[in-house]
């Protein structure tokens, strides 16, 4: 039926991509032997004195290592927590809004932030956060010292979840909106003539109805356990809130590049990389297993 | 097969890149391969620091200078206005940026991926990690003999200041490979006492350890602010105990006891040693240990936000703190006291009435040339003429955007070059002035120092920048001028590779211990444990690495 | 009984009514603050004065954007990644989906190249690597350098070949019986039944290519040359580390009382001004694309 012309056709069609991708993904990728040398910028690559695992002793040595691990885990599972709830929430009392031109309003709003670049909201933030921004007025209302937000280790971790899910939630809940437009509407019939309640029916029919989904996402979510936002952290974070804020990937950023301490750096990466994949493959076995997911 | 492939895509990407006109910017990244002219036909033999070249040379270098305040007249950009254009008149030399930041980090990042990368400007800045990595990598030029031969008498005059202790860190196997930046003297803390509490508790101007302590009782306990409360504290610390450059530190307590911390210094046997760890450490650690007891040391020092809330509640009369404490955090105390009348004076003493201060850091960026620039010579020579610019000694350039208040840092090379004692080199020339009371040999920011201290004299304490210039320049840096200093030199201030693994830990061990025993947490016997655990955990093996580094 | 039950039902829909009013005012206050903050007095806005309203309202912010060229010489950066990048991304995004979409028993190799992207999409070497690859080619300083590095966006691809995946397969053989080639049958027939999905990642990759900051300040070597994201982040946003090194709280506090809120608030508002203009389709399309993400098989 289809004769050969056509497979050389597909083959064209990926060779332009292939080649990209083989130039700008799998040649930087034989940087990985850095995480092995004792590398000395300047010197190419092939040419470094190799040391073997040193830089990953030398990684379990340092108290920073630790410090940014735990930031990381406790920055980022408190982003998946919060992350999950408030949509969730949010769509709920959504869901049960029956004028439709008021949740179209609500929801054209809060997806809003979504699209909005971790620069432009950290210069809002920056400016909300300072000595006399808005959040210190509102401090002040309440009586309280006023705060340097930024520059607070109590602070910075709760800011910038708060932040993500400000920012976040609306766009997350659209999946749990679609799940719960999915449930079958005779359900909500039947309990109404069996005489339920409003909270009644969310307890026995729409949370049972979109239990799958939060699941499935919650599943997914467990990839993500080691990224806690680069590009949300490198915007906020400054060196008086490292002891709370740094992460694995603003410290492998700085260690690499601004200390020049290369080798070190590719180990983190390399072994935050091995383990985020590890993460992401049971994470993906998982919801293809009992949630039937497929994502190719 | 594969390699045509790529061949073929490379062709197709530069065809891509023409037909897209961003190229241009391209061909000024291949940064020194651009110096084609011979270096044979361009004067070499004539070793003038400030010889015009006949022909034109060109050199790229990396730049970091925020503009976002910037604002130069007449369209003039960072790199191109009058200074690169007189620079390009008198030296023949055009400055152009093979790349340019705005933020420290950016540039930090920038010299990271262009090292690595061996894509090098012709002259850049890096700190002495860098410098280090660049000479083992055979990257950046040897400038020995370009010193010696072109080098200006002014920045000649900056280097020697120190002796050879900044042109040292540059120096590898005998040859320079880099121009040092010099961070000037004078930084250390010394005590500022309220001379109106003085006269109110009627004691004289203390000198030893024991007339301080007693002062600093007699401030607690005689009610020195006259509010009839007992809210008085003895003198105050940041919890770390010491630090350069920085107010409410006890350095000058420690330097009573011979002890100072964190310093690498040579032992009576010549070998190298860290100050913490030493016998006198002890004997001062007992001194703050029984201070704290006694509540001369404020009770709460470790648990305060900011010690600087007792300085402007003017709950405290004794601060240890730089010559330039008067600029912060003493104004706040004047403010809101307008009787305040803080003091500096260079004690305590130690028992043979010397004022023990160890150095800081004389250096911390270089100014390296890549190895493959075809002039060398022509980076010095800018510099020469840059730092005499910034000085105000060329008459050339001294009238360029006069009085607009332009940053010095629009100059080619923010490496900042000055005198040891700059800061006492500017407390003789407007002392001499204020006493000749002629003002007319001062350069402009000098003669603004002149006129506060008038100001401030005819109206004291009305205009508190005034009081601030007055306090700072002529009182303060004054103490830089004493008689009584004895300066330890550290002899070591890179990272060794073990310290690069455990200084966190070792220094955190430091501070903790010396903390509680401060505190009475632990018995002064304590130190002796602190002293057998740092060197078990890697501070032998530090101070090993060391003394083998300055060996060689 | 029954009449209660629609006063408690009522009560409930107030207040869900109410709290998802207050979840929207949350949502939007920041991008209003810093609105009204643009339009406000200098005096006013450091003082933190200003709330939703501005204060003293006059243009000046906007005077002084109008005079700064590098600011939009880098507006203009990124309009033209925008279009280059985006185009290509889209480009690439049809022309790889369509192959893939194939099962292997009709396209061998099939599953190998979907290995390969895979591989690509979970490893990376790192930035010196690559950095060192785009100075190889010499495309640094070029727009190149923002848009071939990401121009393969293999997420989007798997998602048009999901969908591709979902076509009725008659679409396909009747083309064939047709006479279409794969080229034909790919630019006839395929993409005029999946222009809203392609849209939709069209305009993901648009907000991409306009939201990043970071390859422009690795690849550009001047600020004039940087996209806005970069140059906001250097000459807004950032403090800068090196500065702070050994600063205290007071200097900090100090550093923020110096900036400029109404000429950072306005320089924020036009860099959300051209997402704001496509925020209509990104709405329309963005549902569309969630549910493209969790196609089941």
Do not use: C, R
């Given at each position: 039926m289809r004769n050969r012309s056509f497979i050389v056709n597909y083959h064209l069609m990926l060779l332009p991509g292939i080649i990209l991708l083989f130039i700008f993904s799998i040649i930087p990728m034989?940087?990985?032997v850095i995480a092995f040398q004792d590398f000395i910028p300047g010197i190419r690559i092939w040419e470094q004195d190799w040391i073997g695992l040193e830089n990953f002793k030398f990684m379990m040595d340092i108290p920073d290592s630790k410090q940014v691990f735990i930031n990381t885990i406790v920055i980022a599972t408190s982003k998946i927590v919060v992350g999950t709830f408030v949509p969730i929430i949010f769509a709920l009392l959504l869901h049960e809004v029956r004028v439709s031109w008021f949740k179209r309003f609500v929801q054209t709003i809060v997806y809003?932030?979504?699209?909005?670049s971790w620069v432009i909201l950290a210069g809002i933030m920056v400016s909300m956060l300072s000595l006399d921004g808005v959040m210190n007025m509102i401090f002040k209302l309440f009586g309280f010292e006023p705060v340097m937000f930024l520059a607070s280790n109590t602070w910075f971790r709760p800011i910038v979840v708060g932040s993500d899910v400000w920012k976040e939630f609306g766009f997350s809940a659209i999946v749990y909106l679609a799940a719960l437009t999915g449930i079958n509407p005779s359900l909500y019939e039947a309990a109404e003539i069996d005489g339920a309640n409003r909270f009644r029916k969310l307890i026995h029919i729409t949370l049972p109805g979109i239990t799958p989904t939060i699941v499935l996402l919650v599943t997914l979510s467990l990839?993500?356990?080691?990224?806690?936002g680069f590009d949300q952290i490198f915007n906020l974070y400054n060196p008086l809130v490292y002891s709370s804020g740094d992460i694995i990937d603003t410290y492998v950023y700085r260690m690499g590049l601004?200390?020049?301490?290369y080798g070190l750096a590719t180990a983190v990466g390399l072994l935050k990389s091995v383990v985020a994949i590890i993460l992401i493959m049971i994470s993906y076995k998982l919801a293809s297993k009992y949630a039937n997911y497929r994502i190719f | 097969m594969q390699k045509r492939v790529t061949l073929l895509l490379l062709a197709s990407l530069l065809l891509l890149l023409t037909a897209c006109g961003n190229s241009n910017n391209t061909a000024n990244n291949s940064s020194s391969s651009g110096n084609k002219e011979a270096a044979s036909t361009n004067n070499p033999a004539d070793k003038d620091p400030h010889g015009k070249y006949n022909e034109p040379v060109t050199l790229k270098i990396a730049k970091n200078y925020n503009t976002k305040d910037l604002k130069l007249p007449n369209g003039d950009t960072l790199e191109n206005n009058e200074y690169f254009r007189y620079l390009e008149k008198k030296l023949n030399v055009k400055v152009s940026f093979a790349w340019q930041t705005e933020t420290g980090d950016a540039y930090q990042q920038k010299i990271g991926v262009t090292i690595a990368s061996q894509d090098l400007p012709d002259a850049f800045i890096v700190n002495e990690q860098q410098l280090k990595q660049l000479v083992k990598a055979d990257l950046?030029?040897?400038l020995t003999d370009v010193y010696k031969d072109y080098v200006g008498d002014l920045v000649k005059g900056y280097y020697d200041s120190y002796g050879d202790r900044v042109l040292s860190r540059a120096t590898f196997d005998g040859k320079l490979y880099a121009f040092p930046d010099t961070q000037i003297g004078g930084q250390h803390s010394f005590t500022w006492i309220r001379q109106d509490w003085l006269d109110k508790v009627g004691m004289q101007m203390p000198t030893t350890m024991d007339e301080l302590e007693s002062v600093a009782k007699a401030f607690i306990e005689k009610d020195?602010?006259?509010?009839?409360?007992?809210?008085?504290?003895g003198f105050t610390s940041l919890p770390q105990l010491t630090g350069w450059?920085?107010?409410?530190?006890?350095d000058p307590i420690f330097g009573a006891y011979k002890a100072y911390k964190g310093q690498f210094i040579n032992d009576a046997g010549g070998e190298v040693a860290y100050s913490?760890?030493?016998?006198e450490m002890k004997t001062a650690l007992a001194k703050l240990q029984e201070l704290y007891q006694k509540g001369i040391?404020?009770?709460?020092f470790a648990v305060r936000?900011?010690?600087?809330e007792l300085i402007a509640g003017n709950k405290v009369g004794i601060m240890f703190g730089p010559w330039w404490s008067p600029y912060g955090p003493l104004p706040d105390s004047v403010k809101n006291d307008m009787k305040a009348e803080w003091r500096p004076f260079t004690?305590?003493?130690?028992?043979?009435?010397k004022f023990n201060i160890y150095d800081q850091d004389p250096t911390a960026n270089f100014l390296v040339v890549n190895k493959?620039?075809?002039?060398?010579?022509a980076v010095l020579k800018v510099l020469n003429v840059q730092t005499e610019g910034i000085r105000l000694l060329d008459p050339g350039s001294?009238?360029?955007?006069?009085?607009?208040?332009?940053?010095?840092?629009?100059?080619?090379?923010?490496l900042q070059l000055d005198s040891e004692n700059a800061a006492y080199d500017v407390y003789v020339k407007l002392k001499k002035a204020l006493d000749a009371q002629d003002?007319?040999?001062?350069?402009d920011e000098l003669k603004g120092y002149y006129d506060d201290y008038l100001k401030n004299k005819e109206?004291?304490?009305?205009d508190i920048p005034a009081w601030s210039n007055a306090a700072a320049r002529v009182d303060g840096t004054a103490?830089?001028?004493?008689?009584?200093f004895n300066i330890v030199r550290n002899v070591y201030f890179g990272k060794t590779a073990t310290m690069q693994r455990k200084w966190a830990i070792l220094t955190k061990l430091e501070n903790e211990t010396f903390l509680k025993i401060v505190l009475g947490d632990?018995?002064?016997?304590k130190f002796d444990d602190f002293v057998k655990e740092w060197k078990k955990i890697g501070g032998d093996e530090v101070l090993k690495e060391i003394n083998e580094e300055i060996k060689k | 009984m029954v009449k209660s039950t629609t006063l408690f039902s009522k009560s409930t829909d107030v207040t869900i009514v109410v709290l998802l009013a207050i979840i929207s005012f949350i949502s939007l206050f920041p991008l209003v603050h810093t609105l009204a903050i643009s339009f406000s007095e200098k005096s006013a806005a450091n003082a933190g004065d200003v709330l939703l309203w501005p204060k003293g309202f006059n243009l000046t912010s906007y005077r002084i954007i109008l005079e700064d060229h590098k600011f939009f010489a880098a507006f203009r950066v990124s309009v033209e990644r925008v279009l280059l990048g985006a185009f290509i991304n889209m480009a690439l995004t049809v022309i790889m989906a369509y192959p893939l979409s194939k099962p292997s028993r009709i396209f061998p190799g099939r599953d190998i190249y979907m290995w390969y992207l895979v591989f690509c999409m979970l490893f990376s070497g790192g930035l010196i690597p690559l950095y060192m690859t785009v100075t190889e080619l010499h495309l640094?300083?070029?727009?190149w350098s923002l848009v071939l590095p990401?121009?393969?966006?293999i997420f989007n691809v798997i998602l048009i070949m999901n969908f591709f995946r979902n076509l009725p397969k008659e679409l396909d053989e009747a083309a064939v019986v047709d006479g279409a080639g794969p080229w034909q049958t790919l630019f006839k027939v395929f993409l005029p039944v999946s222009l809203p999905s392609l849209a939709t990642v069209t305009l993901f990759s648009i907000v991409g290519h306009w939201n990043s900051f970071f390859d422009g300040l690795i690849f550009m070597s001047k600020p004039e040359n940087y996209p806005l994201q970069t140059y906001i982040q250097q000459l807004v946003v950032r403090i800068d580390p090196e500065l702070m090194k050994g600063m205290t709280t007071d200097d900090l506090i100090r550093l923020s009382k110096a900036s400029d809120r109404t000429l950072n608030g306005a320089k924020l508002i036009i860099a959300m001004i051209p997402l704001l203009v496509i925020y209509p389709f990104l709405q329309k399309y963005f549902v569309h694309g969630i549910v493209l993400g969790s196609v089941k098989e």
């Open positions: 034989f940087g990985i809003l932030p979504h699209f909005m990839g993500n356990v080691l990224n806690a601004i200390e020049n301490q | 950046v030029a040897d020195p602010d006259g509010n009839g409360k007992a809210d008085t504290v450059n920085s107010p409410n530190t006890l913490s760890t030493l016998p040391l404020d009770k709460e936000k900011d010690p600087n004690g305590p003493l130690d028992s043979e009435g493959n620039y075809k002039h060398p010579e001294a009238d360029i955007y006069k009085g607009l208040g332009i940053n010095w840092g629009v100059w080619p090379f923010g003002p007319s040999g001062l350069n109206n004291p304490k009305k103490e830089l001028g004493s008689d009584k632990e018995p002064i016997d | 640094q300083n070029t727009l990401g121009a393969v966006p």
